[in-house]
């Protein structure tokens, strides 16, 4: 089987597409910038299933870690730091890299809607692949559950789901179903060239998220519904970077404009089952989160 790079792990997609990748017994490099811390949380994470791991030093920006990365590799799952805005800067001269080296396939982790929205990172790095040439499938999930728990738990530990998404709807879907999808995707044929939207089955106001919140754990949360203005500036104050911050309001802007919503079946299909839902998340993962901070 074809060697597979994958970067982003350990992280929220990234930790249980390895997960997904070995349990098809694909043969898997992790590309990290920091390798050896990557070594020990993949190891807690996965235990004994993380004993096959191959793990290279990839840092975007630091072109001497390019080559060796890539040696072997010849399908890569590429997800774009949070911190890396610039990505024809950043991550193309890496990318250039690897087709060098022999990728063939690349698969990347891009957003719901980065064909309309041409200005987010997502959509230059999709434009770039395909004009590179290589065989590509482009992954484009609604929003993640997950980030709920993890960029706005904060927040979310105070008892509020501060995002400026106005009362749009949004097809929330679950990051180990994502990362379920993308092991389809690299272990599999057919998906040369193509873009899968990833959605759950209903789409939801964020009051509706607040509500099912607190009928799992029993705490009062709610929707705070910031304006952009108020959510930039609290970010801020909380020490995010100001390009990140920016690619969060595209991302929320889609929510009000009323375009997150699509709903489609291409991940049920893909994983052959219903995806998980916002009821599930809340109960296996927001619950147990609140009740240990409480």
């Known amino acids: 089987m074809d060697l597979i790079g994958v970067t982003g792990a350990p992280g929220n997609v990234g930790t249980p597409l390895v997960a997904e990748l070995l349990a098809r017994g694909a043969r898997v490099r992790v590309l990290a910038r920091r390798p050896e811390h990557a070594r020990q949380v993949l190891g807690d994470e996965l235990g004994e299933a993380a004993a096959g791991l191959d793990y290279g030093h990839l840092d975007f920006g630091n072109r001497r870690t390019y080559v060796a990365a890539f040696r072997g590799v010849r399908r890569l ?55 590179s040439g290589v065989a590509y499938t482009f992954l484009r999930p609604s929003f993640f559950m997950q980030n709920l728990t993890t960029t706005h738990l904060p927040e979310l530990r105070r008892g509020e789901i501060y995002v400026p998404a106005g009362g749009g709807r949004t097809s929330f879907v679950d990051v180990r179903d994502v990362a379920e999808a993308g092991a389809v995707v690299l272990t599999g044929e057919g998906h040369e060239n193509r873009a899968y939207e990833l959605t759950g089955s209903e789409a939801l106001t964020y009051g509706e998220v607040a509500a099912k919140f607190t009928a799992a754990t029993g705490r009062l949360v709610r929707y705070a519904d910031p304006s952009p203005l108020a959510f930039f500036r609290h970010m801020r104050a909380r020490g995010v970077a100001t390009g990140q911050i920016i690619v969060m309001e595209g991302i929320y802007a889609t929510a009000r404009f009323g375009i997150a919503g699509r709903v489609t079946p291409e991940l049920a299909r893909l994983l052959g089952r219903a995806p998980r839902s916002v009821d599930d998340f809340a109960r296996d993962t927001v619950a147990p989160l609140l009740r240990e901070g409480a």
């Not at 690897?98 to 200005?119: C, K, N, P, T, Y």
Request: no cysteine; glycine share 6%; hydrophobic share 45%.
């Open 77 to 131: 799952f590429v997800t774009r730091p949070p911190q890396l805005s610039q990505v024809q800067r950043d991550m193309v001269p890496a990318l250039d890299v690897a087709l060098g080296a022999g990728v063939e396939h690349m698969a990347l982790l891009s957003i719901q809607g980065a064909e309309r929205i041409r200005f987010v990172p997502h959509a230059k790095l999709e434009q770039y692949m395909q004009e």
